[in-house]
Nanobody, 122 residues
Framework: QLQASGGGLVQAWDSLRLSCAVS????????MGWFRQAPGKEREFVAGITWEGGSARFADSVKGRFTISREDNGNTAWMEMNRLKPEDTAVYYCAAADQVANLYGGYGIKYWGKGTQVTVSS
């Protein structure tokens, strides 16, 4: 299972940090990332990091503003969201998969976390 935390209500240009931890899978390293879904829109990929933490991928809309990291040899990840915009408002979902390509492509997701609301006011 995935345990997600973070989120909240902030103003534009503020920062927020989301956390996500995989439990019940001590011998498996997962690629981890986040998706988001805004009202009336489809769920979209936001960011993902490889299981070893060596590389990451981002949606074009968040490149340069969001970063993603993970603990060494563990299945806890964090996404730092900087210079937030009102269009970043959405429910954010943590996800885990075998490869970051699964996350980026939106297929083969093994685990989904409970969504957390991020609201950015202008």
């Amino acid at each position: 299972q995935l345990q997600a935390s973070g989120g909240g209500l902030v103003q534009a240009w503020d920062s927020l940090r989301l956390s996500c931890a995989v439990s019940g899978s001590p011998n498996k390293m997962w690629a981890m990332g986040w998706f988001r879904q805004a009202p009336g829109k489809e769920r979209e990929f936001v960011a993902g990091i490889t299981w070893e933490g060596g590389s990451a991928r981002f949606a074009d809309s968040v490149k340069g503003r969001f970063t993603i990291s993970r603990e060494d040899n563990g299945n806890t990840a964090w996404m730092e969201m900087n210079r937030l915009k009102p269009e970043d408002t959405a429910v954010y979902y943590c996800a885990a998969a075998d490869q970051v390509a699964n996350l980026y492509g939106g297929y083969g997701i093994k685990y989904w976390g409970k969504g957390t609301q991020v609201t950015v006011s202008s």
